[in-house]
């Protein structure tokens, strides 16, 4: 379904907010699991916990309702890893990348619940935890999930990171579980990447959670941890620079795949790392980073897309490889905001309110063709993190 091209005048953007905002709120409330309390992924085909979901959407509304955070938590702390399984890829301090409470009720699946098989789920667990402190000051509840938080952080450096360099990687260990493990997963291979694979937004939600644990372990009088953590959080920033920064090309491999190999194809992806911090003193890659996201190939006026025009591999249509998400936008657009990158953030802002405008809804994703903006079928519609994205926009203050 095609859509009009559709941009709004500061009239109409008072109109929207005022009209978008209800309808976003009535998202988040039908996504909300009425017993546990938090938001499941996405309807109608990821009506369930998805444990990298479920951190930025708390994220995303810490200042909403911050309860959605504290619940997540705590229900990830629940079914954080244990042991070995490479059925379901869970090992100790691992979080969640899928769980249900009623597996029967759920759909068929090619893995056991509670799956692990996620990159990403356990740093944005531990960076999620020092923002609901941050926001609530609950000491009591901060030393009663400390634990879950230092088991957290021995999975990243014990089990994530297992080739030494600091840097987390994946590599799937059930044959039939998700092939890639980070935000564009998957079961086959459409990233083109052969595991182990170390993805750039992923070393970035690291390098934010190291940070946050540094600082919360010194809170908590644990000076040794808190020097460790820090060091570590070096180690990771001058891995990253060293390995993903390619200056021939101005910009940073958007993975690692197979023997340290970098993939040069043009991403949304390092725009991720602007929020997390990784950066800092790095003018000139900051610059480059988001300069690249706003280049034609890139650019369009409904958001950035995951994956440039350029790409010889790039379709509008796909789930990755072209396609704009609305919470790929949101994260990236944190980034823009820390460094002061305000027209560009602007412009984000307005993009996706265009973009809900021009459909009457906010989906998973969408597609631009040649400036036009276009449905994809398979988008579920609500989804918590676009809602989210959208819903934290219009409630900046």
């Known amino acids: ?56 959407v708390s994220w995303q509304l810490i200042d ?33 990348h899928e769980w249900h409470p009623n597996p029967s009720e759920y759909k068929s699946l090619q893995w056991p619940l509670p799956y692990y098989g996620s990159v990403d789920s356990t740093p944005l667990f531990i960076y999620l935890y020092g923002l609901y402190y941050e926001k609530s000051v609950d000491t009591e509840w901060l030393a009663k999930y400390w634990p879950h938080i230092v088991s957290a952080l021995e999975w990243c450096e014990n089990y994530g990171d297992f080739d030494g360099d600091a840097l987390l990687e994946y590599e799937r260990k059930n044959p039939a579980g998700l092939l890639h493990q980070g935000w564009k997963d998957s079961r086959m291979d459409h990233l083109g990447l052969k595991p182990p694979v170390e993805l750039i937004e992923a070393q970035g939600y690291y390098y934010a959670a190291l940070r946050e644990a540094a600082e919360l ?29 390619l200056p021939e090309k101005n910009l940073f491999a958007f993975a690692l795949s197979e023997s340290k190999f970098p993939d040069e194809r043009v991403s949304s992806n390092p725009g991720h790392l602007l929020f997390s911090g990784v950066l800092d003193d790095e003018d000139d890659k900051i610059k480059a980073v988001v300069d690249r996201l706003f280049q034609k190939d890139m650019w369009t006026p409904y958001g950035i897309r995951t994956h440039a025009e350029s790409n010889p591999d790039f379709n509008p249509m796909s789930y990755h490889l072209g396609s704009i998400w609305p919470h790929d936008n949101w994260i990236i657009a944190q980034g823009l905001k820390k ?11 307005m993009a996706l309110l265009d973009a809900y405008q021009a459909i009457g809804e906010i989906p998973e994703l969408y597609a631009v063709i040649e400036g036009k903006i276009e449905k994809i079928p398979v988008a579920c519609s609500p989804q918590a993190w676009a809602s989210g994205a959208l819903l934290n926009f219009i409630l900046e203050k």
């Open 1 to 56: 379904m095609s859509m009009k091209n559709f941009t709004m005048n500061s009239a109409q953007n008072k109109i929207a907010i005022k009209n978008i905002k209800p309808k976003l709120e009535e998202n988040i409330e039908i996504l909300r699991d009425p017993e546990l309390g938090y938001i499941r992924a996405g309807l109608p085909r990821f009506a369930a916990l998805f444990g990298r979901d479920s951190c930025i």
């Open 64 to 96: 909403y309702d911050a309860t959605i955070a504290r619940r997540t938590i705590e229900l990830l702390a629940e079914l954080q890893g244990k042991k070995i399984n490479n059925a379901s890829e869970e090992e100790p301090g691992k979080i969640i």
């Open 217 to 245: 372990a010194l809170m908590l009088k644990n000076e040794f941890l808190e020097k460790k953590l820090n060091a570590r959080a070096k180690k990771l920033k001058e891995a990253v620079i060293k390995e993903f920064w």
């Open 339 to 349: 460094y002061g990158y305000v027209r560009e953030y602007k412009k984000v802002k």
